[in-house]
């Protein structure tokens, strides 16, 4: 990843954080809407109404004016046209060199050099304020708010999450990544009535989420390693359970490396989840990939001695034979075969009803429709990297 790609999720994760942080010490009455009508977050109140940009500046030692020229035009267009609402604009930003808690108000020199500005890309918004003349009643309404870095911001939201009954462990393991994960899903949503959330409603919906979410924007907190761990002791608990039928999506547009990495990871996954014949139930992996591939990964797992099911009849999918049990010769320690394969958009959904399963492991950024009408256990991952799939399914003792 980039230095500026690496940057630029690091800023969404703060305001994914600011965001939280500000709906845990809002009242009963206070409504937030993440991606708000000038970005990032909106705070209202039975009172007023306060507009929160984001800007974290790790990289950047010392606070300039010109580092905040484009939020301020951002609210100072959307105060042009809407100078009689009783809006607040708050730029929270962090910088190395500045008091955290500090705050900087603006003035009247300041805002002029703003709007003197040449920058290219700034001149759209100073060309909406060209007959503007109100600067002096913005200013009363903005403030720049110095916050913390982003490893202290979230030691601190974790402390205000265990104030609201979690235990400190299950805030700082459990929900708190899966507060950012919902924030940072929410903040998608085209429909600005979804993205409008209020505490009690959303810490009611939290508490109800007791698996760690591992997913791109988790991946990037101070603790994820942490968070893997307690993901791995969660499935763990899953997959323990000798007799549970299971079955394994693994996604080709999603996991790196796929067609390379997947029939090692089946076969230790196979090694070390149905060895035992007399209680182990044959687990289905269904891949989401294309024919070609996936009789790549069947001749793979063939060469590796591994006999499969793959439910065909003269080149045809037949779900009888697919879903029948391998015969076995128990005193002989013989199995007919030891996994299913399918393919998982052509199959999967003509078994999924009749095959039981248990658990339903996904390992995708994708949604697939049967998760809203299956009865089962799912377990969803969002990780691409086999190291971090297999270390999670306890397929290896280290990352």
Request: include cysteine; charged fraction near 25%; hydrophobic fraction near 35%.
């Amino acid at each position: 990843m980039s230095r500026s790609a690496d940057y630029t999720i690091q800023g969404f994760i703060y305001q994914f954080i600011i965001t939280f942080h500000e709906l845990l010490l809002s009242s009963e009455n206070t409504e937030i809407t993440i991606e708000g009508i000038v970005e990032d977050i909106d705070v209202n109140t039975p009172t007023e109404q306060i507009v929160i940009q984001c800007k974290y500046h790790e990289s950047k030692q010392k606070f300039t004016l010109s580092n905040i020229y484009k939020p301020v035009l951002q609210m100072l267009c959307h105060y042009k046209n809407n100078p009689t609402k009783n809006i607040n604009y708050w730029l929270h930003a962090h910088f190395p060199n500045e008091t955290v808690g500090s705050e900087k108000i603006l003035t009247k020199t300041e805002l002029e050099t703003i709007l003197d500005s040449k920058a290219t890309d700034l001149q759209k918004y100073i060309a909406q304020l060209s007959s503007f003349t109100q600067g002096d009643e913005f200013l009363k309404r903005f403030k720049v708010k110095f916050g913390a870095t982003l490893s202290d911001t979230e030691k601190a939201v974790i402390v205000c999450l265990a104030s609201e009954g979690f235990t400190t462990e299950d805030a700082t393991e459990i929900f708190y990544p899966n507060a950012i994960h919902a924030i940072a899903e929410l903040s998608i949503q085209h429909d600005e009535q979804k993205r409008k959330i209020k505490k009690a409603d959303f810490l009611n919906e939290l508490k109800k989420k007791k698996k760690t979410a591992i997913s791109r924007w988790t991946k990037e907190l101070q603790d994820y390693t942490k968070f893997l761990k307690q993901r791995r002791k969660q499935i763990g608990e899953i997959l323990n359970g000798n007799s549970r039928k299971r079955a394994i999506i693994l996604d080709a547009n999603y996991i790196v490396d796929f067609e390379r990495n997947i029939p090692i990871l089946i076969q230790d996954y196979v090694a070390k989840y149905n060895s035992k014949i007399r209680l182990n139930q044959t687990p289905v992996f269904s891949l989401v990939c294309d024919e070609d591939m996936l009789n790549n990964i069947w001749k793979s797992l063939d060469q590796k001695k591994l006999n499969i099911e793959r439910g065909m009849i003269a080149n045809t999918f037949n779900t009888t034979r697919f879903l029948r049990d391998p015969l076995k010769v128990i005193k002989d320690g013989i199995i007919e075969f030891k996994l299913k394969l399918c393919n998982h958009e052509n199959e999967f959904d003509s078994i999924v009803n009749e095959a039981g399963f248990d658990d339903a492991i996904i390992i995708s950024n994708r949604n697939f429709p049967f998760e809203d009408t299956t009865s089962c256990n799912i377990e969803k991952l969002k990780t691409q990297e086999i190291n971090e799939i297999k270390y999670l399914l306890s397929l290896t003792s280290t990352l």
